[in-house]
């Protein structure tokens, strides 16, 4: 939804009071009292439009050179609520605030309005006292509350990311929504031997790659770290083992400097990857994240509050198939490339191997889910098959068969979530986003369905620290709370979990 | 050598090791300051950072104090030893401090010979390495406060340990690693010729539990 927040003038005064009246009915201020809080000097009034139309207002009420604030009202009109605008309009009073010199905001909220409550809160906002039936003639306690602002500047914050849910050590470093360094230290040459991620080789490669990593992050992006506003670090889900070596090293390194520290989750991260690439995140949007060891399709509203689980793969992940159907085709590790490789000149349609989860059967339970160890078994019974015949295996088509089958399903889900929920937004990500076919096929499905795709660059695709230091830097410009210091690994963190 | 001995006097030490609980402490010129012992072997990752933060405030120490990183190598679970491990090298960093390494068996040894100072008979280490394996090290006397290890760090069953010492007489410490110990052994070390060690890397004493994957046949 395109909407616009401005300051807020005499003229706006009709408008104002129409959503006052409707929103108040029972204690709206009167026009008398509106136009002059308008008009005061120690005031700040905001409007939100959406197609010309006002929806929605805010006041902020500060002396000069104070450094406490207050929230007068936020009101949006009904039929515009869920969409974000309340919150919108606290970020732009908030900044404000922070601009005005104010270190603590308070407000008073019905005891009754939850949902306002739970908006204030995103904003660190805790209640500290009660105004005994403070609404009348409703006779309703008010809620005091308060929060602190914490730094000077929320709007463009200097965050470092750290992720190690696999076998990748990221670290990251943006301000604000721009990308400063993006360093990625794999350890995947060490995994090749054994044809797949082995945990152990992973954490152990985390721990070495830590401190250059850390370093050459730093110089790239041209910071200190006193000059860091906050730090974050992938909590989950991953690796436990691996996941741990970040989480010990940023938990550290949060302390011994001093920065609030935000855990976030993976999958999200892979979301915000975009926002790196665009300057912002197109919301609503599908996110199909397809990697060594995720396959999720997922329906974002908001990266900071409202991402929801469609479906993900019941057994394998995508990459772990290509890896794994490598291996029965004797090809080496990572399976994605090599596939890739193989399947040049190969006819996709040579082979008709089945297509995971796609009978109507299957579809009423798992619409969105993915299962690709069915796939696995057919490609390796077909080669066993030819063997045992004494038949000549033309290996191109059996790549090109097999990645056919796992980029159909993967799109044609992808589609499928779009076209249900009337969301004409999809974005990829993960590292299996570098297969060059699964590419072409989505390219073409969404022009077909008028969908508009976005797929960041490949360094932001697969696991990295910068689009977890993206996701942090959202969370710290909205005004959200950093985690309290015991926050644990999660190896199975739900994607509804976007900060631990 | 004297860079290390310039750096003790000066500053403030953390030590941290997580070779089998969650163990810190800060002190000053090998005296300990205050220490957070938490014994559970899993928590480490939970703990790690409240664990910091609590031993610094009840040493009433700011983080920027901190001169010296000291942080126990292990051997232990790789795991939990892991998470210490990383923790000592970005709060060093973020402190700017020099980061140290100690073997975390050596600690051990410094606790049984503060406790037993005139013990003569060579001591024995042990900590569990799971899979029916123990870690452990050989000791046969502490020299101006620091432990001096004659055999280990190694990995290996009980039975082969004690074929090896049967005819040796020795006494069997099982004491908890403490990081107060670790500090302290840190600090007797940076008062000899050879100095506190920098490195800090795992001792792991085992390669990582993998096989090279083959393809399994699907019918028969």
């Given amino acids: ?500 | 050598m004297s860079e290390h001995l310039v750096s003790v006097k000066q500053g403030y030490v953390l030590a941290i090791d997580t070779s089998a609980g969650t163990t810190v402490a800060v002190l000053s010129l090998g005296e300990v300051l205050a220490e957070l012992n938490y014994l559970e072997p899993m928590t480490h990752s939970e703990r790690i950072g409240s664990a910091i933060e609590e031993v610094l405030a009840k040493a009433k120490i700011a983080p920027s104090n901190i001169s010296q990183v000291v942080v126990g190598r292990g051997p232990g679970p790789y795991t939990g030893l892991r998470v210490g491990l990383a923790a000592a090298k970005f709060f060093a960093i973020g402190a700017n401090a020099e980061l140290v390494g100690v073997c975390s068996l050596d600690a051990i040894a410094y606790s049984y010979y503060q406790q037993n100072p005139n013990q003569n008979v060579p001591v024995l280490v042990t900590t569990d390495a799971r899979r029916q394996e123990v870690f452990w090290a050989l000791y046969n006397s502490l020299d101006r406060g620091v432990p001096i290890r004659v055999e280990g760090p190694s990995v290996n069953k009980p039975a082969y340990l004690e074929e090896l010492l049967t005819g040796q007489e020795h006494i069997v410490t099982d004491l908890p690693i403490t990081a107060s110990s670790l500090g302290q052994v840190a600090h007797f070390q940076s008062l000899t010729d050879l100095g506190a060690s920098k490195d800090s890397s795992p001792i792991y004493l085992r390669e990582p539990d993998a096989t090279p994957g083959k393809a399994k046949k699907v019918s028969g």
């Avoid at chain 1, 104002?16 to 201020?29: K, L, R, V, Y």
């Avoid at chain 1, 604030?69 to 009073?93: C, F, H, K, W, Y």
């Avoid at chain 1, 730093?218 to 889900?237: H, R």
């Avoid at chain 1, 409202?306 to 291996?327: H, M, N, S």
């Fill in chain 1, 1 to 500: 939804m395109e909407y616009l927040i401005r300051e807020a003038n005499a003229s706006d005064l009709d408008a104002i009071m129409a959503i006052e009246n409707e929103c108040f009915a029972t204690d709206a201020w009167s026009q008398e009292v509106m136009l002059s809080e308008l008009e005061a000097p120690h005031t700040y009034y905001l409007v939100a439009e959406v197609e010309d139309q006002v929806v929605g207002y805010a006041g902020l009420s500060q002396l000069v050179g104070a450094t406490q604030a207050d929230i007068q009202t936020i009101a949006v009109r009904p039929n515009q609520r869920g969409s974000g605008l309340g919150r919108a309009l606290m970020q732009e009073l908030t900044k404000e605030a922070t601009r005005r010199g104010a270190k603590e905001v308070f407000l008073e909220v019905r005891a009754d309005n939850t949902i306002a409550q739970k908006l204030y809160k995103l904003f660190g906002f805790k209640q500290i006292g009660l105004r005994k039936k403070y609404y009348q003639p409703d006779g309703v306690d008010a809620f005091v509350m308060k929060t602190s602002l914490l730094r000077d500047d929320v709007s463009e914050p200097l965050v470092l990311g750290i992720e190690t849910s696999c076998d990748e050590t990221g670290i990251g470093i943006v301000r604000g929504n721009t990308l400063l360094a993006n360093v990625i230290s794999s350890s995947m040459d060490q995994h090749a031997r054994f044809g797949g991620v082995v945990p152990e080789v992973a954490a152990r490669a985390h721990l070495e790659a830590l401190t250059p990593a850390l370093e050459q992050a730093l110089s790239e992006a041209k910071v200190t770290l006193d000059e860091i506003d906050a730090i974050a670090v992938t909590n989950g889900p991953g690796l436990a083992g691996a996941l741990m070596v970040g989480v010990g090293a940023a938990k550290a390194l949060a302390v011994s400097t001093g920065k609030p520290i935000y855990a976030v989750n993976h999958l999200v991260g892979h979301i915000a990857a975009d926002i790196l690439d665009q300057g912002k995140l197109a919301v609503p949007t599908i996110a199909l994240l397809v990697s060594g060891g995720h396959t999720s399709l997922l329906l974002v509203r908001d990266i900071i509050n409202d991402v929801q689980l469609l479906g993900e793969t019941i057994d394998d992940a995508a990459g772990e198939a290509f890896d794994k159907v490598a291996r029965v085709l004797g090809l080496p590790y990572p399976g994605g490339p090599e596939i890739d490789k193989a399947a040049l000149g190969g006819n996709p349609a040579a082979i008709r191997f089945p297509r995971g989860l796609t009978l109507p059967k299957d579809m009423a339970e798992h619409r969105y889910d993915f299962s690709f160890s069915g796939l696995k078994t057919a490609v390796a019974r077909h080669v066993e098959l030819a063997e045992s015949k004494g038949e000549t295996l033309v290996i191109s088509d059996v790549a090109a068969s097999f990645r056919e089958a796992v980029v159909d399903v993967l799109i044609r889900k992808a589609i499928a979530a779009c076209v249900d929920n009337n969301i004409p937004r999809l974005l990829l990500g993960g590292g299996v986003i570098a297969n060059a076919r699964l590419r072409e096929v989505a390219i073409e499905a969404c022009r077909e369905n008028n969908i508009e795709l976005r797929i960041p660059p490949l360094s932001l695709c697969t696991d990295n620290g910068a689009m977890i230091a993206a996701l942090g830097s959202q969370l710290v410009q909205a005004g959200f709370a950093p985690s309290s210091l015991d926050f644990s690994a999660d190896s199975t963190l739900l994607v509804t979990q976007i900060q631990s």
